[in-house]
């Protein structure tokens, strides 16, 4: 069975700096693209980052600068480094599997696990 579980989320000030961590299990994870997504009640799921087996990464326009995502294969963690913190960051954060055969890096249909997702709040 494969579970993914996210933690780091809390409530900050616009400015402030977080790292989210996801552990994955049942995996071996080494050879698996992963990424991060985020979402509010009024969006669809938004893509955030993803990193390849080999760490190549892709960012969202909007967190590029801000934003770095990383992973550590032995302990099958991926993490994701939220610098400069604005108020539209403020969604559930929820990391993924991507599919072995997926033809992209950005949509939500090219991963088919999922976390429980994580709230990072961020106060004006």
């Known amino acids: 069975q494969v579970t993914l579980v996210e933690s780091g989320g809390a409530l900050v000030q616009v400015g402030d700096s977080l790292r989210l961590s996801c552990v994955v299990s049942g995996r071996t994870f080494n050879d698996d693209g992963m990424a991060w997504f985020r979402q509010t009640p009024e969006k669809e799921r938004e893509f955030v980052a993803s990193?390849?087996?080999?760490?190549?990464?892709i960012y969202a326009d909007s967190v590029i600068g801000r934003f770095t995502l990383s992973r550590d294969n032995a302990k099958k963690t991926l993490y994701l480094q939220l610098n400069n913190l604005k108020s539209e960051d403020t969604a559930v954060y929820y990391c993924?599997?991507?599919?072995?055969?997926?033809?992209?890096?950005?949509?939500?249909?090219?991963?088919?696990?999922w976390g429980q997702g994580t709230q990072v709040t961020v106060a004006s």
């Open positions: 993924a599997v991507r599919r072995t055969y997926a033809l992209t890096w950005r949509e939500a249909y090219d991963y088919n696990y």
């Open positions: 990193i390849s087996w080999s760490g190549r990464t």
